[in-house]
C-alpha cells in the first residue's frame, strides 16, 4: 500500500493538477514543500534545502518538492500556493538534482527520478515534483551532519530524544497522541470528524493510558464534541474545554489503535475560519508524560497538519 506522500506525488501528475491546488487553496504542510527557482540550477541555497528536505521527509514518512510554485503568506503564517512560475530548461535542474540528491544524505538512498510536468512534450520550459520516500532503517543525516523531520511546513533538527529512540530500542513505553489526518473525514454540513489515536514506538508494551485533549481556541468553532472514549472535564476545568479518555489496554508497537474522534464545525467570518489549535497530554506508568501542540489547517476538502511541537512533562 502507497504511504501518503506517495499517493500525493502519484496525483500531481499535470499542470491541471497542479492549478487544481492552487485553486483549492492548498498550502505547504507536512508532505509538501515548494520552490520556485529563476533558473535551472541548484545554487549554493538550494542544495543545503534539498539536503535538508531529503532527511527531514525521509525521517517523517515522506514528502514531495514542487519546484515552479510560488507560495505567499496567508492567515495564520499559511504558506499558500499562489501561482505557477515555469521553470526554463526544466530538463536541466531535473538532471541535476536526481544525480545529487543521493550524495546529500547519509546513508544514501535509492531515490526515484523527479517527474517533469509541461504543458506539451516539445516545451523546454515547465514544472518539477522530487518524490523522497520514507527511510525503512536507520535515520537519514543531511550532508550538514544534521538530521532533520518535517513539522508542519517546516524542517527542524530532530531532538536527541527522538534520535536515540530511532536507532535504539527502549526499556520503557514511548506512547505518542496522533491525529490521523489522512482518515479524517467533512460530512455535508460542513461538520469534520477527526480521529485521536494512540502509537507505543518503542518496543516496550504499555499497559493502560490516559489521553487528555483541549481544545485551545474553541471560539472559532460552531459546533464541538468529542466522542468515543472521551469524557468532558470542562465542568472542573472552568473556561476551557477539555475532554479525557482512559483506556484500560494494553499499546503495542506497530498497533496503534483509535481512542476517540473530535467532531468540529468551523466558524463562518466572510469565508469559513480555518485553523484550529489542538493540545493533546499523553500519561502512562513507566513513561514521562508527553504533550504535543498540533495547528490545523482544515481547507473546504482537506485537513493539514500545519505545526506541531512535542515536549517532555514533569
Not at 515555469?86 to 541535476?96: A, D, E, N
Not at 471560539?219 to 465542568?235: G, M, N, P, T, Y
Request: some cysteine.
Amino acid at each position: 500500500m502507497a504511504n501518503p506522500a506517495e499517493e500525493f506525488f502519484t496525483s500531481i501528475d499535470t499542470i491541471g493538477a497542479v492549478e487544481e491546488l492552487i485553486y483549492s487553496g492548498e498550502a505547504e504542510a507536512q508532505y509538501l514543500e515548494c520552490k520556485s527557482p529563476h533558473s535551472p540550477h541548484l545554487t549554493k541555497d538550494l542544495r543545503a534545502m534539498l539536503s535538508q528536505a531529503a532527511s527531514g521527509f525521509a525521517n517523517s514518512g515522506g514528502g514531495i518538492i514542487l519546484w515552479g510554485v510560488s507560495t505567499e503568506k496567508h492567515q495564520g503564517d499559511l504558506d499558500i500556493l499562489s501561482q505557477i512560475e515555469p521553470i526554463g530548461q526544466v530538463k536541466r535542474l531535473q538532471l541535476q538534482v536526481d544525480k545529487l540528491l543521493p550524495r546529500l544524505v547519509n546513508p544514501s538512498l535509492p531515490f526515484p527520478s523527479s517527474r517533469l510536468i509541461r504543458q506539451s512534450s516539445g516545451d523546454s520550459k515547465g514544472l518539477m515534483v522530487t518524490y523522497i520516500p520514507p527511510s525503512e532503517a536507520d535515520p537519514i543525516q543531511s550532508e550538514d551532519g544534521k538530521f532533520y523531520i518535517r513539522t508542519g511546513d517546516e524542517f527542524r533538527e530532530m531532538p536527541y530524544s527522538v534520535l536515540q529512540r530511532m536507532f535504539t530500542g527502549a526499556s520503557a513505553p514511548d506512547l505518542q497522541v496522533v491525529v490521523y489526518e489522512t482518515l479524517a473525514k467533512i460530512d455535508e454540513n460542513g461538520v469534520w470528524d477527526i480521529p485521536i489515536g494512540v502509537d507505543n514506538v518503542s518496543t516496550t508494551a504499555a499497559k493502560g493510558f490516559r489521553v487528555v485533549l483541549e481544545i485551545v481556541n474553541p471560539d472559532v468553532c460552531e459546533s464541538l464534541e468529542a466522542i468515543s472514549l472521551f469524557q468532558d472535564r470542562a465542568a472542573i476545568n472552568p473556561g476551557k474545554r477539555i475532554w479525557i479518555a482512559n483506556v484500560d489496554d494494553w499499546a503495542f508497537r506497530g498497533m496503534p489503535s483509535v481512542v476517540g474522534r473530535v467532531k468540529i464545525k468551523m466558524k463562518k467570518q466572510g469565508r469559513p475560519l480555518r485553523i484550529l489549535n489542538l493540545q493533546l497530554r499523553i500519561f502512562t506508568d513507566r513513561m514521562r508524560a508527553r504533550q504535543r501542540t498540533l495547528k490545523l489547517e482544515l481547507t473546504k476538502t482537506t485537513l493539514r497538519i500545519k505545526d506541531e511541537r512535542d515536549d517532555l512533562l514533569f
